[in-house]
C-alpha cells in the first residue's frame, strides 16, 4: 500500500466483503436467488401468472372506471427487459389496455397517476394490500 496510495482508497471493509459474499452464495441457490431478487422474480414469472394479475387489475379498474367512460380490457403484448446485457430482448407478457371515450388520453393518464376521478382511496388500498 506504501508504493501505491490508489490500493488504499480501493480497499473494501469487513462490511462490504460480506455483503458481497452473502449476496454471491444467494446466487448459488437459483430458488432463493428468484425469490429474493425483484428483477429476477419479475423476468422469471410465469405466462398464467401475468395474465392473472392483468385480469385482477382490470376488475379492480373495471370497478373504479364507468364503462361509459373507458373501454378496459386485457391483451397479450411484449415487454423490454431493457439495459445491461439485454438491451433489445423482449419477453411475452400480458398489458391492460385503457381507452377513454370522451377525454383524450393525456387527461385520463394524468387522472390515473394522480388517482384523481377515477380511484378510489378503497380501490387503491385493496391493489396495494393485495399484490404478491
Known amino acids: 500500500m506504501k508504493k501505491n496510495q490508489l490500493t488504499r482508497a480501493l480497499r473494501i471493509d469487513k462490511f462490504t466483503l460480506a455483503a458481497l459474499?452473502?449476496?454471491?452464495?444467494?446466487?448459488?441457490?437459483?430458488e432463493e436467488v428468484i425469490k429474493n431478487i425483484p428483477i429476477l422474480n419479475m423476468l422469471t414469472l410465469d405466462y398464467q401468472e401475468l395474465k392473472r394479475r392483468a385480469n385482477k387489475l382490470l376488475k379492480i379498474l373495471k370497478k373504479e372506471?364507468?364503462?361509459?367512460?373507458?373501454?378496459?380490457?386485457?391483451?397479450?403484448?411484449?415487454?423490454?427487459?431493457?439495459?445491461g446485457a439485454m438491451p433489445l430482448e423482449t419477453i411475452p407478457t400480458f398489458v391492460v389496455t385503457i381507452e377513454p371515450k370522451n377525454k383524450k388520453v393525456e387527461e385520463v393518464e394524468e387522472e390515473?397517476?394522480?388517482?384523481?376521478?377515477t380511484c378510489s382511496s378503497e380501490g387503491k388500498q385493496k391493489y396495494y394490500n393485495n399484490r404478491p
Open 21 to 30: 459474499e452473502a449476496t454471491l452464495n444467494l446466487y448459488l441457490n437459483e
Open 65 to 83: 372506471i364507468n364503462a361509459e367512460r373507458a373501454k378496459i380490457t386485457v391483451r397479450e403484448d411484449f415487454s423490454t427487459v431493457g439495459g
Open 112 to 117: 390515473l397517476r394522480k388517482c384523481e376521478n
